[in-house]
């Protein structure tokens, strides 16, 4: 597995991580979503129904006070003296004030300090005087009283004759305060309102009371409406209902944690515990993810790093190499080895070697230019990718790293020679692959092994040419001599004088098994290196021993 495929498993990893992380926090987010919405929808149910109640009480109230002040009508139909009647009424009832208008739009108080004259009433006021006087009866509230300054409820109702004619008009004013006790009763804590939608006059608060009317008087409130607000950071449920008198209406703001503390401190006990576990599970992948890194990279490093010098090792430099190959770039591929390195290790112990290899690579290391790689195959045998291709700089580059690296290890007492072939991919020439450069580079490596001293040799096409043909020859000599393919040809010798065949001389062609011969100009030169030619000339000496006795026994 090379480097690329490792990076695109921790890429896909972390792709995978990531979504699953993402698809947490979606279920997290649902989930307190879905609290959320629970809780709200419970406040709302308990703010409704309590809101509920109070318009009902509401609703009673106003109904008694009305069906009060028409028993009280009716006596004072009965009455000659208005004025002790209003007197005495006001006396006996809870009523703030009690006046009445007869049809000439007098009126009567039962204070009797008090004066106000019909032009001086409100328009509402007077528009529920003349519905009066047509026989329906009212309750409607007043912003303010023009006696006591405050909020009031006023009630109109006709006054009848005995002939069931309307005669004039009742009108008794309350104070908010019974039904403030209604709606204390009705709700459980919060803020409630009677509003016009406008102004507003509190009920029942708490300790926010401020701050909820200032964010009230802030936003546009409609009838009947189920709704939130945030008050100092946290969320208050609305809910506005029509109170039973025209154009005012009930406003009730209250906080889940006030109106439903046990199932609030549950849903956001959940929500923490979730948002904990949320976190452990983020910080567990994030973890189990860099672990994977960690050991990818650990991985790495053992099958692409060599682990005595931190050079690259073989496998990663065939891919680096081939990689820079496919870029049809020039580079050049230089094996490196060191004679009698295995009596180093013996000599000075293994340790001593070790470092030594160490301080090979780290000299060469700082004198590679970019790009450049150095790799350590095994023991003593390093290669290189350099960029330079031209003989003379690549030749003057290696010896400077000879150089540094002998000034470098000083301190070893030890002599020892570099071994250094170098093949070249230059544009002048056929391209190689790498598994022909590499076995070019050991074919230049082997002939620097053959020479005395320390020597750079350079791949030659045609003294490879000529070593592959003397392998070939070597290879196959000793099966061409079982097999006797090396056959006897005889060139005779002629006397001039009397122009006749006298002998012959015995001659050896090596047949080859697509039925071309070799000269003996191309392989005697190899046999009488390699001592083969003693075996060859005895082969020929019986050939022609068997060439003479077959003619004898011819005649």
Not at 148 to 169: A, L
Not at 372 to 390: H, P
Not at 458 to 485: G, P, R, T
Request: proline residues 1%; contains cysteine.
């Amino acid at each position: 597995m090379d480097i690329n495929m490792l990076q695109k498993r921790i890429h896909k990893l972390l792709i995978i991580s990531v979504m699953m992380v993402l698809s947490i926090l979606v279920m997290a987010f649902l989930f307190i979503d879905h609290g959320d919405d629970s809780l709200n929808h419970a406040t709302y149910t308990t703010m409704n129904q309590e809101i509920d109640l109070c318009t009902q009480r509401i609703s009673s109230q106003n109904h008694t006070d009305l069906v009060l002040l028409n028993t009280l009508a009716k006596s004072l139909s009965n009455s000659a003296d208005i004025d002790s009647s209003l007197a005495e009424m006001e006396k006996e009832n809870a009523f703030t004030s009690i006046s009445y208008m007869d049809s000439q739009r007098g009126i009567y108080f039962a204070n009797p300090s008090v004066h106000v004259e019909y032009n001086e009433l409100s328009k509402v006021y007077k528009s529920k005087v003349d519905s009066a006087f047509l026989g329906k009866q009212s309750a409607f509230i007043q912003k303010q009283d023009v006696i006591t300054k405050e909020f009031v409820i006023t009630y109109i109702v006709p006054v009848y004759d005995s002939s069931k004619n309307v005669t004039g008009v009742l009108s008794a004013t309350s104070s908010l305060r019974p039904y403030a006790t209604l709606m204390k009763k009705s709700v459980y804590g919060g803020n409630l309102y009677i509003t016009d939608l406008n102004d507003f006059y509190g009920i029942q608060k708490d300790k926010e009371s401020k701050d909820v009317l200032a964010v009230l008087k802030g936003i546009d409130l409609s009838e009947r409406i189920n709704g939130l607000i945030g008050v100092n950071g946290e969320e208050h449920g609305i809910v506005v209902k029509e109170m039973g008198f025209d154009g005012w209406y009930l406003c009730y703001v209250n906080s889940a944690k006030s109106l439903n503390n046990p199932l609030y401190v549950m849903s956001r006990a959940n929500n923490y515990v979730l948002m904990v576990f949320v976190v452990v599970v983020m910080i567990l992948l994030w973890i189990a993810y860099m672990m994977m890194v960690k050991n990818n990279k650990e991985m790495e490093n053992l099958a692409y790093k060599d682990q005595l010098t931190g050079a690259v090792s073989f496998t990663r430099f065939t891919k680096l190499v081939s990689m820079y190959a496919q870029r049809n770039v020039n580079y050049s591929l230089v094996s490196l080895n060191m004679r009698r390195f295995k009596f180093m290790n013996e000599i000075l112990g293994r340790d001593k070697s070790d470092d030594f290899l160490c301080r090979v690579v780290t000299c060469i290391q700082s004198m590679l230019k970019k790009d450049e790689i150095i790799c350590r195959d095994s023991a003593d045998v390093f290669y290189l990718l350099l960029n330079d291709t031209n003989e003379d700089e690549v030749a003057r580059r290696i010896y400077d790293m000879f150089t540094k690296i002998r000034q470098n290890t000083k301190d070893f007492r030890y002599e020892y020679e570099f071994c250094c072939g170098v093949a070249s991919n230059i544009e002048d020439q056929e391209k190689y692959t790498f598994e022909q450069m590499l076995t070019n580079v050991m074919f230049a490596l082997a002939q620097s092994k053959e020479a005395s001293s320390e020597n750079i040799c350079f791949f030659d096409e045609e003294v490879h040419k000529k070593k592959e043909f003397e392998n070939f020859i070597e290879s196959n000599m000793q099966q061409a001599l079982d097999s006797q393919c090396f056959e006897m040809v005889l060139q005779p010798k002629m006397n001039l004088q009397t122009n006749s065949v006298i002998a012959a001389e015995a001659l050896v062609r090596w047949r080859l098994e697509d039925g071309t011969y070799l000269p003996p100009s191309s392989f005697v030169d190899i046999f009488e290196k390699n001592r083969f030619c003693s075996k060859l000339d005895f082969y020929m000496l019986k050939k022609a021993i068997q060439k003479i006795r077959k003619w004898i026994d011819m005649g």
